[in-house]
């Protein structure tokens, strides 16, 4: 079965900073998805950003970026120039491509606090 | 566009008591699932849904059973409630499983007295 491993609890960051959230996962399988999630107070979970194993290059959207080590199973979360509505929990989730399914495998998660 | 929608927000219940919470998924979603959500055990996930067939089941006891309907709206039901299974539970939808992935809804907050 697959695990996911957040070690930081809690993370903070001055805004304007830089901070990076570190993921590790266990899997016997060669393509897979990984993903983070962020939850603020409001509970709705929203994707940050999302990769395929298979391709090399790591995902960016905007200011979150991914450092994707395929080999070392890290997938580590960049947020540059932190922003105060980044404040939230940050989870790193494992999808598998067998069977079509959904289910994801969640990380314990990261609170993240941004100081102004 | 509306997003997942999840009732009610808030519920709460005595030990031995059954609940039914409910997921609307975005409209033209086949595919719900259902995740719990504690401080001490993180996200599990629950069951998976897809045109009324459930394709996914995690590891939890038979008192947590769900099902989905032919407009794709869902409910998940757990018998006689026991402290916990306090939680947040929560539903996320998608076009068909496997793809791009889930968006969530704001879930329901089940207190068990």
């Known amino acids: 079965a697959q695990t996911v491993t957040q070690s930081q609890p809690e993370m903070s960051v001055q805004e304007a900073e830089t901070v990076t959230l570190s993921c590790t996962y266990d899997?016997?399988?060669?393509?897979?998805?990984l993903f983070w999630y962020k939850q603020p107070p409001s509970r709705q979970m929203i994707l940050v950003i999302r990769?395929?194993?298979?391709?090399?290059q790591n995902a960016t959207e905007n200011r979150f970026s991914v450092n994707f080590q395929k080999a070392a199973k890290s997938f580590s979360l960049k947020i540059s120039d932190s922003q105060l509505g980044d404040a939230a929990m940050y989870f790193c989730a494992y999808r598998s491509p067998q069977g079509g399914s959904e289910k994801l495998v969640f990380g314990k998660g990261t609170k993240l606090t941004v100081n102004p | 566009k509306a997003g997942v929608t999840q009732t009610p927000r808030y519920l709460i219940k005595t030990r031995g008591q059954q609940v039914t919470l409910s997921c609307s998924p975005i409209s033209g979603h086949r595919s719900v699932s259902w995740y719990q959500q504690t401080p001490g055990q993180g996200l599990q996930f629950l069951f998976e849904y897809f045109s009324e067939t459930q394709r996914n089941k995690g590891n939890f006891p038979g008192r947590f059973s769900g099902r989905q309907f032919s407009n794709s709206r869902s409910e998940m039901n757990v018998s006689t409630l026991e402290l916990g299974d306090s939680a947040l539970y929560l539903c996320?939808?998608?076009?068909?499983?496997?793809?791009?992935?889930?968006?969530f809804g704001s879930g329901t907050r089940l207190t068990v007295v």
């Open positions: 990769q395929e194993a298979y391709k090399q």
């Open positions: 899997t016997s399988e060669s393509d897979y998805y």
């Open positions: 996320a939808s998608s076009l068909v499983p496997g793809t791009y992935g889930y968006t």
